[in-house]
């Protein structure tokens, strides 16, 4: 099944496609994009609901300034039989960093939050956090040993992930503490999650390694103690309250419940584990905790290309967007184990030609990389299946909003290869399309 009302208004222009204002393009030619050619995109994300891989997709494409392509794929609820509609309300998981982020960024233009500050002149408890080295005995029992960091850990740190955190899994002895002191709880406060981890060794000395971690919900507690505020009271107000993401939060109130998007059944007969997002949370996870819809998050990305503005909402320089989409990690730096696990080809790693910014991963060179792109493009995706990306050259921004977990990478790569051969002139229009262009 698949639900083509919405992409229809794009095309015919019969009614605003999105109630929060940003405009759409008459048809996708007038933005350098191919119909003909997005059909493709539209014939694989259908049969990828009829084949039954994923539930359904709402897939939406910006380019210069406009919505060139929104459409709803399959289902909202597949068991439900609950048709997808391009309005519907997602988890995003980690798409919340890039806003986690840019928070931290406001409050350092503000002169209130110093990137190369040490995060315990923030957050105290992290004074006498240490690094831990795990050895292994002629048995194979392995016991931790500490040692003082070389340096200390700093907000760059933990915007960049070289803070030497990572997320808890049974891969280690360390990342088994972080299961057993319960540090993703939703039963939390960002507080309590805060003191839980500096209680716990680091991987890795600050600054030598990148490692995909928990970084990011930290720098959530930064804001808060910095701020006054509530993580989930200062996004509201200063970022998805400005940028009116009005259905952006982390939770979606009784009222909106009927558009939240949910897993397929596995082959096992049982849904993928989401998190329960109807109730309000005690922790505003500033690293993988809120929902939103693809109408939404375009406002956020339409704000990065611009240049931090949109519809007169200025909330940060042009100056801070270019330092939060530059490659931050140093020369040398090593990559830990979390590099390879559910990156693949996207890891940011100079391989692929690729690094990582303050709050995205960042393209540093054309080539390398085995997905369509240009250089300077940068883009995260969420642990549920949800996607973006921003390409400045291109003038352009894709979103990918699903909730299937073990499709997520497949459909990440599709979107890349599907999007960029629709392109067929400039963002301003400067190469006319071909008669062979399609």
Known sequence: MIVRLAAALVVLGAVPVLANGLPRADRPESVGLSSDRLKRLTDVMKAGVDKGEIPGAVVLIGRGGKIAYLEAFGFRDREAKAPMTTDVIFRIASMTKPMTSLAALMLAEEGKLHLASPVARYLPEFKDVM??????????????????????????DLLRHTSGLTYGNQTSEIRKQYVAAGVMSRDQTNAEMSAKLAKLPLVFQPGTTWEYSMATDVLARVVEVVSGKDFDAFLAERITGRLKMDDSGFWVEAAKQGRLAEAQNGPDGKRPPLP????????????????????????????????????????????????????????????????????????????????????????????????????????????????????????????????????RLPYRYLMRELVYQAVIASPAGHRRQTASAN
């Open 131 to 156: 690094v831990g080295i795990e050895k292994k005995d002629a048995d194979g029992k392995v016991t931790i040993e500490t040692a003082a960091p070389r340096r200390p850990m700093t907000v760059q």
């Open 276 to 407: 329960n997002v109807t109730t309000r949370p005690k922790w505003y996870s500033g690293g993988g905790g809120m929902v939103s819809t693809a109408a939404d998050y375009a406002r956020l990305c339409q704000m990065f290309l611009n240049g931090g503005t949109l519809d007169g909402a200025r909330l940060v320089s042009h100056k801070t967007i270019e330092l939060m989409t530059a490659n931050h990690l140093p020369p040398g730096v090593s990559y830990g184990p979390l590099t390879a696990i559910g990156f693949e080809a996207l890891a940011p790693t100079p391989e692929f030609g690729q690094g990582f910014g303050l709050g995205f991963a960042v393209r540093t060179e054309a080539g390398r990389n085995p997905l369509h792109g240009s250089a300077g493009d940068y883009y995260w995706g969420g642990a549920h299946g949800t996607y973006f990306w921003i390409d400045p050259k291109e003038r352009m921004f894709a979103i990918l909003m699903m909730q299937a977990p073990a499709q």
